[in-house]
């Protein structure tokens, strides 16, 4: 009995022990290293908003609101044909992800592919907006941007809202 409390003392300080000298391995192992992981990083929303050569996609509300007004952009629901008929921005297409394949072509027939486009789902982790956004880069869109929570910062900022299903490129 004397030798098993023994037994479990010395695993109590061995094992924190074990743990702070492999986090100061680590930690020496990456400093010398030529590509250092960084130990303190962005991962934020709009951080997230990257392409895979790290182009940041996300705009600014305030970008975003002007480009509306001066009809300079068209904008994009990636939500679902029921949450875009329950309410969007106005004028909005409807292109819901899960249909994309299905509705691309009649969505963005009549666009340039120099067209700014701005992309738009709700919530703030909502990644809809961001892999319909990819997709219209590899399909040859050249200027597309996510308005990241865009549909509830819209609505908040009381800017044009309208409700009703799609109707034509809409």
């Given at each position: 009995?004397?030798?098993?409390?023994?037994?479990?003392?010395?695993?109590?300080?061995?094992?924190?022990?074990?743990?702070?000298?492999?986090?100061?391995?680590?930690?020496?192992?990456?400093?010398?290293?030529?590509?250092?992981?960084?130990l303190i990083g962005d991962f934020s929303v709009s951080?997230?908003?990257?392409?895979?050569?790290?182009?940041?996609?996300?705009?600014?509300?305030?970008?975003?609101?002007?480009?509306?007004?001066?009809?300079?952009?068209?904008?994009?629901?990636?939500?679902?044909?029921?949450?875009?008929?329950?309410?969007?921005?106005?004028?909005?297409?409807?292109?819901?992800?899960?249909?994309?394949?299905?509705?691309?072509?009649?969505?963005?027939?009549?666009?340039?592919?120099?067209?700014?486009?701005?992309?738009?789902?709700?919530?703030?982790?909502c990644e809809l907006s961001h892999d319909l956004a990819?997709?219209?880069?590899?399909?040859?869109?050249?200027?597309?941007?996510?308005?990241?929570?865009?549909?509830?910062?819209?609505?908040?900022?009381?800017?044009?809202?309208?409700?009703?299903?799609?109707?034509?490129?809409?």
């Amino acid at each position: 009995m004397i030798e098993s409390k023994s037994n479990w003392k010395q695993a109590a300080w061995q094992i924190p022990a074990l743990v702070i000298l492999s986090t100061v391995a680590a930690l020496a192992v990456n400093a010398v290293r030529t590509d250092r992981l960084p130990l303190i990083g962005d991962f934020s929303v709009s951080a997230r908003m990257t392409t895979a050569t790290g182009e940041r996609m996300d705009i600014a509300f305030e970008e975003a609101e002007k480009l509306y007004f001066t009809h300079a952009a068209v904008f994009i629901d990636a939500r679902s044909a029921e949450e875009y008929a329950q309410g969007h921005i106005r004028d909005a297409r409807s292109l819901p992800w899960q249909d994309v394949d299905l509705n691309f072509m009649t969505v963005t027939a009549d666009l340039e592919l120099t067209t700014p486009i701005i992309t738009y789902c709700d919530g703030e982790t909502c990644e809809l907006s961001h892999d319909l956004a990819l997709f219209l880069r590899d399909a040859g869109f050249t200027d597309t941007r996510v308005l990241v929570n865009g549909w509830t910062v819209w609505q908040q900022a009381g800017l044009p809202v309208e409700s009703g299903p799609p109707s034509g490129k809409k």
